[in-house]
């Protein structure tokens, strides 16, 4: 199992910034390590992720350019740095890991953090 902590979340007005972080106690090797959302009656969707390896990021079309993920592999750890935000952007964020294991590639999910945006 892989254990997770996020934190981060919290109310912010439009226009603010918020980062979040994630850190995961995992066995195995990490391939890629990211963020979804989903809103109130909406599905997951995705948001960012970084490949461990390299450093490949990559994004939805409705964040890039206002959000920013980055890592410290010596913490298993993947942050979001969320600028510009908008109302549209508040939903519960959830960290998500994909893991190398015996049988393949594995996604393991947190918790979740909230982050609502509003005046």
């Known amino acids: 199992q892989v254990q997770f902590v996020e934190s981060g979340g919290d109310l912010v007005q439009p226009g603010g910034s918020l980062r979040l972080s994630c850190t995961c106690a995992?066995?195995?090797?990490?391939?890629?390590m990211g963020w979804y959302r989903q809103a109130p009656g909406k599905e997951r969707e995705f948001v960012a992720e970084?490949?461990?390896?390299?450093?490949?990021?990559a994004y939805a079309d409705s964040v890039k350019g206002r959000f920013s993920a980055s890592k410290d592999n010596a913490k298993n750890a993947v942050y979001l740095q969320m600028t510009e935000l908008k109302p549209e952007d508040t939903a519960v964020y959830f960290c998500t890991v994909r893991i190398n294991t015996a049988s393949g590639l594995r996604r393991y999910w947190g918790q979740g953090t909230q982050v609502t945006v509003s005046s």
């Open positions: 970084i490949r461990w390896s390299g450093g490949m990021t």
């Open positions: 995992a066995s195995g090797s990490i391939y890629v």
